[in-house]
């Protein structure tokens, strides 16, 4: 005989035993309501363009601003997808990359799910603003200390942290 019952987020099973008319043995397993979720993170790829201490930090018509980059597209590798971001984001040519951080970002501002693998990089020319981004601005350690900046929240309790925690902003 196996009866399921819910009292709160649970299932219980109890499996019962009968022989004979005597009971011989009980099982009470605990089931989750739903079965878990396996949700994939959407991967991104950003840029850490320093200079005097100071981090480049682009938005787009948004009331907050993040390190430039974007998602990697399927059957792309990671610094394939830093290459081509920064090209249509900041027209420059990156000549080398070496990873820094990465994280897992599960506040983000429209609710999913990020890996961000972040990089520092050199490039060759200008930086100019293309794309769909609409301003580009330097920021130092006293802008995020101080909060006169709002920025995304994966970079905010991430990226900043370990930036200002190596003194290299």
Not at 77 to 101: C, G, H, M
Not at 137 to 143: I, L
């Amino acid at each position: 005989m196996v009866r399921l019952y819910k009292p709160g987020t649970f299932f219980w099973a109890y499996s019962i035993v009968v022989a004979r008319g005597i009971r011989i043995a009980e099982t009470r397993v605990r089931f989750p309501l739903s079965p878990p979720i396996m949700i994939t993170p959407i991967v991104k790829v950003a840029a850490i363009i320093i200079k005097n201490k100071k981090i480049l930090m682009v938005t787009a018509n948004r009331d907050f601003y993040w390190t430039p980059g974007g998602k990697v597209e399927a059957e792309e590798k990671i610094e394939q997808a830093l290459v081509r971001e920064l090209k249509e984001e900041l027209n420059i040519e990156v000549t080398s990359f070496k990873p820094y951080v990465k994280y897992l970002s599960e506040t983000e501002e429209d609710d999913s799910i990020r890996e961000v693998n972040n990089y520092f990089i050199e490039y060759k020319g200008n930086l100019e603003l293309s794309g769909e981004l609409t301003d580009m601005v330097w920021f130092g350690r006293e802008d995020f200390v101080h909060g006169k900046i709002k920025i995304q929240n994966g970079v905010r309790d991430k990226l900043i942290p370990a930036l200002i925690k190596d003194n290299l902003i």
